[in-house]
């Protein structure tokens, strides 16, 4: 649709990807859509690492299965967790117990799926490192869990994926990632975002809804 | 919509802009430190003399929990992180079971020692502190309530959060702990907060955080506690030793070198006023439960120069207090008046169609003093001589009415005798019965039009010539319906 730039060429000739140099610009695209989400809006993610490996994750296994694991990491570590707060044991051997028992369901998960005539037919083609990366959404889920709630968790949970999801859609589509990789200038732009972003002093959305009762009761 | 949303720009403080604008700007690193470290924290307000939970244990390591001698510890205590956050962590024992290692919560369950030696070791683990680095497990004092407030919480104790900055008590609120928030304290758990006005330390509206919603901050306003066996409206409460907590608040500002604060203080039955701790990132919540923003009351004292504790809480008194009278008339729909207050009287020339419109009409600003014991309203005969009833008292004077009457019912028969020709008259509304000095009078009675809490209205005044009425003007109960008078304060 676009036509390559001379830096673009430039970049892919001295040795970098073109899948890396893809992979870079989403990194920077949702990173400003978690600074978006986090300071205009007001939504909670886990951290900006979370909801950045979870969309480029979903935008190589694809959203619906990438939500289907994502349920069923969730799924297993709370299971998991609950059985194992029972046994008194060092954090990091329970985190570990946590995430092999993981890989056993996921794995459980694939064949059930692909017994069902569901499994994705070019699973195979799906690097590896994508399911590790949704799986290690359960660590950062039982960690607010423990510290927080459970509802805390799971409304910051929803807060990552729902930020996630928006940034799979801008990523996947390829207008934007070929508009992107073929004018880099966009990327400073995205510093100049985020540092505008960062003195960004209003009120979030979500605090217009948090303080929406102030100066009601004179209104009356 | 539009204009709401600038209105609450304008009025609330945001997260965005407390974080930019007040908590890096103004709390150092070191100030930081110390307010995330309780045990830092006692220390340090030590020093000033201010009293903090006292402290029967510190764990520092799973060695030392191995070795905790438990019978040395009282029946109550309570458990906390060093650096833990948001009430995250913390426990609060009530009692020991008789003849067991188990000790009663607020909401009635126990922990035994078991439960209790795994509850500190996660503290050791950093599961409850910020950043989850290894901590330090706190077994301190639990405070014993005041009997006020005790009537208002749930089990737990109660306490005051006060938010100052550049040394000024800027807001406050009372936390009331609720059996939803298991004793604790903590609006996110379900604690009842209640807005202080800063003026005289009364309550005035309340809030919670609206239960089974998704979102952690749903607030709703309430106006009485929700799970006590009475339970009590929350406004008009009156803080103890409010201006010793003020005072509290601003020296562990000052000990602290926390440019922007927020401290909680307890009031325990025997010690007093007890601070729990100091927060470098106080919550913002605080102004829902006052119904008020907490921006414009920054920016208001960002550059005033404070000298002294006495007079950052004489600034706040001034520029903060009064929301208590907002909020009673809210609830009440009446307006509050001071006991003397300043009114505006018109001269007998003003055009009373015109008073409304046209500002210049000759009045004058008096004092009045609010006086429930009288029915109608009294006023200096000198002061009405100067307003332009000279000539009314005149004609008054030559009624020939006599110096004194023996008791009401002879003045009475005397005016209800002499009420023809006093209606012809068209000066003197009517006469009336009046004891002055101790003796029975009739005296004559005027409509003058004032000006009180930005409202004119025609009152009926009886001339008086007594030297002992302690303002030129005084106001009965006839014009004071719909008012509510607060004794404790002048205009």
């Known amino acids: 649709m676009f036509e390559t730039s001379e830096l673009t060429k430039w970049i892919i000739e001295h040795g970098v990807s073109q899948m890396v140099l893809e992979i870079l610009i989403s990194m920077c695209v949702v990173s400003t859509i978690v600074s978006i989400a986090r300071y205009v809006i007001g939504n909670k993610t886990y951290g900006i690492y979370a909801p950045i490996i979870l969309a480029i994750a979903y935008s190589y296994t694809g959203l619906k299965y990438g939500l289907a694991i994502t349920l069923v990491v969730i799924i297993t570590s709370l299971l ?39 499994g994705l037919e070019n699973m195979s083609n799906i690097p590896p490192l994508a399911f590790i990366c949704i799986a290690a959404l359960s660590d950062f889920f039982i960690k607010q869990y423990i510290k927080k709630s459970f509802k805390g968790s799971i409304v910051t949970l929803l807060g990552t994926i ?29 510093v100049v975002i985020n540092i505008l972003l960062g003195m960004f002093k209003g009120l979030r959305i979500k605090d217009l809804f948090r303080f929406r009762l102030i100066g009601k009761e004179d209104d009356k | 919509m539009i204009n709401r949303i600038i209105k609450l720009n304008k009025e609330v403080l945001g997260l965005n802009r407390r974080n930019q604008e007040y908590v890096r700007p103004y709390n150092s690193p070191s100030s930081k430190a110390i307010a995330d470290n309780k045990i830092y924290t006692k220390r340090v307000l030590k020093k000033e003399l201010i009293q903090t939970p006292e402290v029967y244990k510190l764990i520092r390591t799973k060695k030392q929990l191995q070795f905790l001698d438990w019978d040395s510890l009282p029946k109550s205590f309570v458990i906390k992180p060093n650096q833990g956050t948001g009430g995250n962590g913390i426990i609060v024992f009530y009692g020991k079971k008789k003849g067991k290692m188990e000790w009663i919560r607020p909401n009635g369950t126990t922990m035994n020692q078991r439960d209790i030696i795994l509850h500190i070791e996660n503290i050791l683990d950093g599961r409850f502190s910020m950043g989850a680095k290894n901590d330090i497990a706190i077994i301190e004092e639990r405070v014993k309530t005041d009997s006020l407030l005790k009537q208002y919480s749930y089990k737990g104790v109660p306490d005051i959060r006060i938010i100052c ?23 996110h758990s379900g604690a009842i907060c209640t807005g202080i006005d800063i003026g005289t330390g009364i309550t005035t509206y309340s809030m919670h955080n609206k239960p089974h919603t998704v979102f952690s901050d749903t607030y709703e306003l309430i106006e009485s506690t929700m799970d006590l066996k009475t339970n009590l409206p929350l406004s008009g409460i009156q803080i103890p030793s409010w201006n010793s907590l003020l005072e509290i608040a601003l020296k562990c500002q000052k000990a602290s070198g926390l440019g922007y604060i927020g401290v909680d203080i307890a009031l325990d039955a025997e010690k007093g006023p007890v601070v729990f701790e100091v927060n470098a990132r106080p919550g913002l919540g605080i102004q829902v439960a006052n119904q008020a923003g907490l921006r414009w009351r920054l920016e208001k004292i960002k550059d005033v120069k404070i000298k002294s504790i006495k007079h950052g809480i004489r600034v706040a008194k001034n520029l903060f207090g009064g929301e208590i009278e907002e909020s009673i008339e809210a609830i009440s729909g009446r307006k509050v008046l001071n006991i003397v207050e300043r009114i505006y009287i018109y001269d007998k020339s003003a055009d009373l169609t015109k008073l409304e419109k046209y500002k210049e009409t000759k009045r004058q600003l008096v004092k009045a003093y609010m006086d429930t014991g009288v029915l109608t309203s009294r006023i200096d005969s000198k002061l009405a001589n100067r307003i332009g009833y000279l000539s009314a008292h005149k004609e008054f004077a030559k009624l020939g009415i006599p110096n004194k009457f023996e008791n009401f019912s002879d003045a009475q028969e005397y005016i209800d005798k002499n009420e023809k020709s006093i209606s012809e008259s068209t000066q003197i509304k009517r006469l009336a019965k009046i004891v002055e000095e101790g003796v029975v009078k009739v005296r004559p009675v005027f409509d003058i039009p004032i ?19 302690l303002q030129p003007i005084i106001l009965g109960k006839a014009d004071l319906t719909g008012y509510l008078i607060d004794t404790s304060n002048t205009f």
């Open chain 1, 162 to 190: 729902l930020v996630a999801i928006f940034g799979w859609f801008v990523i996947t589509r390829n207008f934007v990632s070929e508009y992107i990789l073929n004018n880099l200038w966009t990327i400073p732009l995205l």
């Open chain 1, 80 to 118: 998991s967790y609950s059985i194992l707060k029972k046994i008194r044991m060092h954090y990091i051997t329970r985190i570990a117990t946590n995430y092999t028992i993981l890989s056993i369901f996921l794995v459980a998960f694939f064949i059930l799926i692909d017994s069902f005539g569901l």
């Open chain 2, 451 to 469: 000006k009180i809490s930005d409202k004119i209205k025609i009152t009926e005044f009886v001339s008086t010539e007594s030297s002992d009425i």
């Open chain 2, 165 to 187: 900055f550049n040394q000024v008590p800027v807001m406050a609120m009372l936390r009331l702990p609720t059996k939803r928030s298991n004793g604790t304290a903590n609006l």
